[in-house]
């Protein structure tokens, strides 16, 4: 297995533009999370999904993002405008029924 | 509200030592508790999981163990080397999320 796969791997856009991030998740797994990390605020859950069911979103700074799971296979994670301040690593990961976690590589979006 | 703190914060070592990173959770209801390690730069590599009722695994040099009525868990790693040098990350799960530490940034010198 190639393991969760995210795409891009980095990702330079203007103040105000659509971004958005993509996730193809370890086949199988059930579960798939969206986490964003930076410096001052660590690993933080965004939202994640169950059987492609949006479960706690939560974790979702503001209207500007939103994520969709329109099948097993793929998620993506949608910043709408982006900002300076969203600039950030974003990891997806997945598990199975909750028997460990595996993260993808990640995307490190910087928003000038 | 679940919260999770790890300590120390950094850690430099000479190379052979061996090492205590803490964790430290606040609710006692979790379901299991993994460690992770992230290279700078790069994702998170899982390194042991361990599951709410057991109390402790092992991988090569890496022995994890938990007490959960304490909320406790520690990652021994023994005969540190330089490759050893990255942040280690522990997470609990709560209900079905993972819940991070801040982490210990660890450097072994040569």
């Known amino acids: 297995d190639a393991g969760v796969i995210q795409s891009p791997r980095h990702e330079v856009t203007e103040m105000g533009q659509e971004v958005t991030l993509r996730c193809k998740p370890i086949s199988g797994h059930n579960s798939l999370f969206w986490y964003r990390q930076t410096m001052m605020r660590g690993l933080e859950l965004l939202i994640y999904?169950?059987?492609?069911?949006?479960?706690?979103d939560s974790g979702m700074p503001e209207d500007r993002f939103s994520a969709k799971m329109p099948n097993a296979s793929f998620s993506t994670l949608k910043i709408q405008p982006s900002e300076p301040r969203d600039s950030a690593v974003y990891f997806c990961a997945t598990s199975l029924g909750g028997n460990g976690y595996t993260f993808g590589s990640g995307t490190r979006l910087t928003v000038v | 509200k679940q919260e999770v703190t790890q300590i120390p914060a950094a850690l430099s070592v000479p190379e052979g030592e061996n090492l205590v990173l803490n964790c430290s959770f606040t609710?006692?209801?979790?379901?299991?508790l993994q460690w992770f390690r992230q290279d700078p730069g790069k994702g998170l590599t899982s390194l042991l999981l361990i599951q709410s009722s057991q109390r402790e695994q092992t991988s090569g040099r890496l022995n994890a163990s938990l007490d959960k009525s304490s909320g406790r868990s520690t990652l021994y790693i023994a005969a540190s080397q330089p490759g050893d040098s990255a942040t280690y990350l522990c997470a609990v799960m709560d209900t079905d999320k993972l819940i991070f530490g801040t982490g210990t940034r660890l450097q072994v010198f040569p």
């Open positions: 999904f169950n059987n492609n069911v949006p479960i706690d």
């Open positions: 609710d006692s209801a979790i379901y299991n």
